[in-house]
């Protein structure tokens, strides 16, 4: 048998086979029932994770170059107060940077698709399309530079947390480092369910990365400071 319907006014369907028997012990080809689901009721499980994605590495942007930025002051000065405000400074720079770059990028992408729709509506090739739901759908730009700033601002405050409160500094680069490791194990964890991937690689992979950031800063750093430039 044909196929029953198809999709129309908004509404989305799925396909059921239904095998018929008849009493001669003669078998129909399957008969496919299309079954009508709301559109409205649907939600959108892959845009979310992405978002949910970005923001995790947003988050881990912002922890390892802070923690890198305040490992490296902290070879060379002693104060506390030097690496506090290296690491609000990495801060504040680092989200404005994401923020910024965020915008551009979201914003080229929010023209491209606005010029499809235009051009799909011009030729007429957007019969059946709820024109108006997929202009919701585009990317807003203000919206995706905010959570790239928040994200990046979440992931800066966990070093500078850590080390706000103790005045001996090698105590101090110590839990800055362990603080870092624990918070870079969360976020490749929670990196590689969103994107589906073995955990345990992507943690290890992620802790790592973070480990050499702070290492090449801090020697690098300490270098440059002992040879009295």
């Known amino acids: 048998m044909a196929n029953l319907g198809a999709r129309t006014n908004g509404i989305s369907t799925n396909h059921v086979e239904i095998p018929i028997h008849i009493s001669n012990g003669i078998e129909l080809k399957p008969i496919y029932q299309e079954v009508a689901l709301e559109e409205s009721s649907s939600i959108d499980f892959?845009?979310?994770?992405?978002?949910?994605?970005?923001?995790?590495?947003?988050?881990?942007?912002g922890l390892v170059s802070v923690a890198s930025l305040m490992m490296g002051v902290g070879a060379v000065k002693k104060d506390i107060s030097a690496m506090i405000l290296a690491g609000f400074a990495g801060l504040v720079a680092g989200a404005c940077s994401m923020?910024?770059?965020?915008?551009?990028?979201?914003?080229?992408?929010?023209?491209?698709?606005?010029t499809q729709l235009k051009r799909e509506r011009e030729a007429d090739n957007n019969r059946g399309v709820n024109e108006e739901a997929r202009r919701e759908k585009l990317p807003n730009p203000f919206h995706a530079a905010l959570a790239s700033a928040l994200a990046f601002s979440v992931g800066a405050l966990v070093p500078m947390l850590a080390a706000v409160f103790i005045r001996s500094?090698?105590?101090?680069?110590?839990?800055v480092a362990a603080a870092v490791s624990l918070a870079l194990l969360v976020f490749g964890g929670a990196g590689a369910v969103l994107g589906k991937t073995p955990v345990t690689r992507s943690c290890i992979r992620v802790l790592v990365g973070g480990w050499m950031a702070m290492a090449i800063t801090f020697g690098l750093t300490k270098l440059i400071g002992s040879a009295d430039l």
């Not at 845009?47 to 995790?56: G, I, K, N, S, T």
């Not at 965020?102 to 023209?111: A, G, K, L, M, P």
């Not at 500094?169 to 839990?175: D, F, L, P, Y």
């Open 169 to 175: 500094h090698k105590v101090r680069m110590g839990v």
């Open 99 to 114: 923020a910024i770059g965020e915008f551009v990028s979201v914003y080229t992408q929010y023209d491209i698709e606005k």
């Open 46 to 61: 892959s845009q979310r994770a992405q978002w949910l994605r970005a923001a995790v590495l947003g988050a881990n942007d």
